[in-house]
């Protein structure tokens, strides 16, 4: 079970901004509030998905430097079979 999110003790200067935000969107704290959590974490998920996409690029990237320096560069159409 998720414990409960208790963010009271923000601050003047943070609730502030957050009041100003949303009378500048028109729409509530809550709202700017659950759309700048939901941007944080889809950013946070897609770093995550980045670094590990780079990560699993690596084999066949070291795979590919290798091959260029000992053949140097080539295409395919020009490749003797």
């Given at each position: 079970?998720?414990?409960?999110?208790?963010?009271?003790?923000?601050?003047?200067?943070?609730k502030?901004?957050?009041?100003?935000?949303?009378?500048?969107?028109?729409?509530?704290?809550?709202?700017?509030?659950?759309?700048?959590?939901?941007?944080?974490?889809?950013?946070?998920?897609?770093?995550?998905?980045?670094?590990?996409?780079?990560a699993?690029?690596?084999?066949?990237?070291?795979?590919?430097?290798?091959?260029?320096?000992?053949?140097?560069?080539?295409?395919?159409?020009?490749?003797q079979?």
């Amino acid at each position: 079970m998720p414990s409960p999110l208790n963010i009271r003790d923000i601050g003047r200067d943070r609730k502030a901004a957050l009041e100003d935000e949303a009378r500048a969107a028109g729409t509530s704290i809550a709202e700017i509030v659950r759309e700048w959590i939901d941007a944080g974490i889809a950013q946070s998920r897609a770093e995550r998905e980045r670094a590990a996409w780079i990560a699993a690029a690596q084999k066949g990237l070291a795979d590919e430097a290798r091959q260029l320096e000992l053949n140097g560069p080539s295409l395919a159409r020009y490749r003797q079979l």
